[in-house]
Structure formats: structure tokens, C-alpha cells
């Protein structure tokens, strides 16, 4: 069965980094893009950052020059580094990632990052 499955959210204090994880099972995202996107209560799911096949990344204004999207060698996990964490970061993190032929594109069930000021 092929899945995504997220980790490394917890609770940080505001300046604080996690880093999370988004870990491909029955596939590989080779050839595809991948993207992080978050909800908070109350909010719309927004895209947080995004790295296409050919390795270009998008980020979201409010992100910029704090997190980091990467994938490893192997393309079967990529990450999302978020450094100095603020309270507005605070959202359930959901990974997207292509896999196949086709790069048919699965959603994570998300992780809580959760920010205290």
C-alpha cells in the first residue's frame, strides 16, 4: 500500500526548530514534486513550501528564510526545518509527495506543531 506518513511535530517554545519529517511507503517520490501545507483552527489548509522534481522550492512569505525544504538521495523522505518557530506556526503539518509513473499525489494524515510563546 502506498502512503506518506508524517513526524517530528511537539510542542517548542517560540524561537525553537523542529523538524519535520514526511517518509513515503510502497514508493518513491522520484520524478514528482513534494509540498508541506498546514491548518490551523479555524483557518483554511495553506501551502507552507514546495520542491518540484527539477529541485526549484516555492515558500510561503510568512516561512521565508526560516524553514527549509529538502528531500534525501534515496526520495523516499523529505523534511521541512523550521527554525526560529513563532506562535502563529502553530497548525497541524500535512505532507503532499508524488509517487509513480503518473505522480499521483497522497496527503499525510499531519503532525501538531504546537508553538508557546
Known amino acids: 500500500q502506498v502512503q506518506v506518513v508524517e513526524s517530528g511535530g511537539g510542542s517548542v517554545q517560540a524561537g525553537g526548530s523542529l523538524k519535520l519529517s514526511c517518509a513515503a511507503s510502497g514508493g518513491n517520490f522520484r520524478g514528482c514534486g513534494i509540498a508541506w501545507y498546514r491548518q490551523a483552527p479555524g483557518k483554511e489548509r495553506e501551502l507552507v513550501s514546495s520542491l518540484s522534481s527539477a529541485g526549484a522550492t516555492t515558500y510561503a512569505d510568512s516561512v521565508k528564510g526560516r524553514f527549509t525544504i529538502s528531500r534525501d538521495n534515496a526520495q523516499t523522505t523529505h523534511y521541512l526545518q523550521m527554525n526560529n518557530l513563532k506562535s502563529e506556526d502553530t497548525a497541524v503539518y500535512y505532507c503532499?509527495?508524488?509517487?509513480?509513473?503518473?505522480?499521483?499525489?497522497?496527503w499525510g494524515r499531519g503532525t501538531q506543531v504546537t508553538v508557546s510563546s
Open positions: 503532499q509527495a508524488g509517487m509513480g509513473f503518473n505522480c499521483f499525489y497522497y
